[in-house]
């Protein structure tokens, strides 16, 4: 909803919008480098033109067949974000990034600080609420009971066979409720 919310009012030539979403399942995928990568991309596509270093460096990673390393994806990051009056990045559930990929996230996000604003949803893990400690507003969401068993059901009425299964066995939906509730630990 919030990148939504950005990209409909705010998103423009002049106010850069670039989210990540983590998840734990792509871990392997989700390096520092890639998503380095993907906040530089979707800042330069909206962009009216590439900006020149970028355009120099696809020139000469083009001819190389190469890609560029860290450093020079970090540089264009760093030089690109300055050229919109005001940019938004939104990680979204830091806590599944790799635990060392998420380490040089937060380190990386002093950075964006002093010329973007930074918006991370999380579970509570020490590390990432330290790195969050000055940053105000803050806030705590956590889904109710009754939104995990409306969300259950909508997803039982998804599932077909799983349907069947619970009409066969009304009491097991209020299994899968009560493990769910218990797993999400205010998730």
């Known amino acids: 909803m919030i990148i939504s919310y950005l990209q409909s009012n705010l998103q423009s030539s002049q106010v850069g919008v670039a989210y990540i979403y983590c998840d734990y399942r792509l871990q392997r995928e989700q390096t520092f480098e890639t998503l380095i990568a993907s906040l530089l991309s979707q800042l330069v596509d ?33 030089g690109v974000i300055p050229q919109f009056s005001s940019v938004f990045v939104v990680i979204d559930a830091l806590d599944e990034c790799d635990e060392g990929v998420r380490d040089r996230l937060l380190k990386e996000i002093e950075h964006f600080k002093r010329n973007a604003r930074v918006v991370c ?5 020490p590390d990432i609420m330290k790195a969050f400690e000055d940053v105000r507003p803050w806030l705590e969401i956590s889904a109710s009971e009754s939104d995990m068993k409306k969300y259950i059901a909508g997803r039982v009425e998804q599932e077909i066979r799983l349907e069947r299964h619970i009409k066969a066995e009304p009491a097991l939906l209020q299994e899968i409720e009560d493990k769910v509730i218990e797993l999400s630990q205010g998730m």
């Open 46 to 78: 909206q962009k009216l033109t590439i900006p020149d270093a970028v355009q120099k460096s696809h020139n000469l990673h083009r001819n190389r067949k190469t890609r560029p390393k860290l450093p020079e994806y970090l540089a264009l990051l760093h």
């Open 121 to 125: 949803t999380s579970r509570y893990l």
